[in-house]
């Protein structure tokens, strides 16, 4: 058994997630390496989820009765938990969504309908890079095409970095809105917010981040950052599918306008009219994802007892690990940084001449789930010249074991190919 230095106690951590004991294929121990996709759940968030349905479903808000105020209680605790969590400075600036899509696609959809000072329109440029997920792509282009705004773009480096040398010609007065990943979800790239964010600031420009793969991972503090908006997702973080959270400063949540209409955001209605409650609930129209917040609020109740710097440590000694195991095998080519620092735990591949896909079904004959394709940033695998990529992505109850397994299996693969 490999030993590294840092690791948490995966043995003791596995045993909260009922899904690891899981044997595929005549009874292959699963060997799960894709929480970049989406994380497992440990007991204790289907507990809450459970205890939730079982003991206090109703709606949240407007209720009086006794079940109604215990699932506002739980709803709005939650709120209150991912604002410690991610140290807001009001638990006002939490806004809950559906998914980090949805809570840029928010953003993106305020700001086109903003008054000045914060309209985009065709004056304006926007601002992304060529290491996007899809969903902080498709909301952008969008909105030019709405607007008459200008889309710019961040390009690569040979060897998955961000390259910010022409960052006063991509970033320029015009520029109304900046608006990048934190950690890349192909690549795990960790990228430098202090020079992208201070750049913008000089501009006046806006500053919108996808966290979803470093909400999971790392410490994640707004006020440090220095963003306006901060987007992350639920299911990556040992919560449920169906939760997102939008943070944003609470003056720019004051003067931006509603995304979504219906019932709990409003104030006043009549048929000539309507005025809007104060954020969040400006932004959480009709009923809000009550028990996938719960669930959420206990994976962060999870997450913060084990603490964000072990994990973060843990994680950083299994991709050391993986790197150096990976570049052992004959023909593999990591897209992206080839060292462990500055990166997250996603390591995306390819194996000589074999097609991911391929790869991806034969590891999965042995038990070990990967992901394979452009993984929603396709916009990579064209700069690199590649049709796709393997990824093997690593988490908290991810151990040395399992990426042996891998590179056992890969050796396999080769084999198998010829």
Not at 109 to 122: C, I, K, Q, S, T
Not at 331 to 352: C, H, K, M, N, Q
Not at 395 to 409: F, K, M, N, Q
């Given at each position: 058994m490999t030993i590294l230095p840092g690791l948490l106690d995966t043995e003791a951590i596995r045993k909260d997630f009922p899904i690891l004991d899981r044997t595929v294929h005549d009874g292959k121990r699963i060997v799960y390496l894709d929480s970049a996709a989406t994380s497992q759940k440990p007991r204790q968030v289907l507990d809450a989820l459970n205890t939730y349905y079982e003991r206090h479903n109703a709606n949240v808000h407007r209720g009086v009765y006794t079940i109604a105020e215990e699932a506002t209680a739980l709803y709005e605790g939650a709120r209150d938990k991912v604002a410690a969590f991610v140290n807001a400075p009001s638990r006002d600036e939490v806004i809950f969504t559906k998914n980090a899509s949805e809570?840029?696609?928010?953003?993106?959809?305020?700001?086109?309908?903003?008054?000045?000072?914060?309209?985009?329109?065709?004056?304006?440029?926007?601002?992304?890079t060529e290491m996007e997920h899809h969903s902080n792509i498709v909301p952008w282009q969008?909105?030019?095409?709405?607007?008459?705004?200008?889309?710019?773009?961040?390009?690569?480096?040979?060897?998955?970095?961000?390259?910010?040398?022409?960052?006063?010609?991509?970033?320029?007065?015009?520029?109304?809105?900046v608006s990048f990943v934190l950690v890349s979800n192909i690549m795990g790239t960790i990228n430098p917010v202090e020079a992208i964010v201070r750049r913008a600031q000089e501009v006046g420009a806006l500053v919108v981040i996808d966290a979803s793969q470093a909400a999971p991972?790392?410490?994640?503090?707004?006020?440090?950052?220095?963003?306006?908006?901060?987007?992350?997702?639920?299911?990556?973080?040992?919560?449920?599918?169906g939760i997102g959270v939008l943070w944003g400063r609470q003056e720019l949540l004051e003067d931006l306008p509603p995304f979504l209409g219906g019932g709990e955001m409003i104030e006043t209605v009549s048929m000539h009219s309507s005025t809007y409650a104060p954020a969040p609930h400006k932004f959480e129209?009709?009923?809000?994802?009550?028990?996938?917040?719960?669930g959420l609020g206990a994976a962060v109740d999870y997450l913060s007892a084990i603490g964000m710097e072990n994990i973060a440590r843990?994680?950083?000694?299994?991709?050391?690990?993986?790197?150096?195991?990976?570049?052992?095998?004959?023909?593999?080519?990591?897209?992206?940084?080839?060292?462990?620092?500055?990166?997250?735990?996603?390591?995306?591949?390819?194996?000589?001449?074999?097609?991911?896909?391929?790869?991806?079904?034969?590891?999965?004959?042995?038990?070990i789930a990967v992901r394979v394709g452009h993984h929603c940033a396709r916009p990579v695998c064209l700069r690199y010249g590649i049709p796709a990529t393997t990824r093997?992505?690593?988490?908290?109850?991810?151990?040395?074991?399992?990426?042996?397994?891998?590179?056992?299996?890969?050796?396999?693969?080769?084999?198998?190919?010829?």
């Open positions: 809570s840029l696609n928010l953003v993106a959809n305020m700001l086109g309908w903003a008054d000045e000072p914060y309209r985009v329109d065709h004056d304006t440029e926007i601002v992304i969008l909105l030019s095409q709405r607007t008459g705004a200008k889309l710019k773009w961040f390009g690569l480096t040979d060897d998955g970095r961000l390259d910010l040398s022409n960052i006063e010609e991509i970033i320029t007065e015009k520029t109304k809105v991972h790392m410490v994640l503090d707004v006020q440090a950052l220095q963003a306006d908006f901060v987007a992350f997702t639920g299911h990556k973080m040992c919560g449920p599918t129209a009709g009923t809000p994802p009550i028990a996938q917040a719960v843990h994680e950083h000694a299994i991709t050391e690990y993986a790197v150096r195991r990976l570049q052992e095998v004959p023909d593999l080519r990591i897209i992206g940084p080839t060292t462990a620092e500055d990166r997250g735990a996603t390591i995306s591949f390819t194996l000589g001449d074999i097609h991911p896909h391929d790869v991806g079904q034969v590891l999965d004959e042995q038990g093997a992505s690593f988490y908290l109850y991810s151990t040395p074991g399992e990426v042996d397994a891998l590179v056992e299996g890969l050796e396999h693969v080769r084999n198998f190919f010829g």
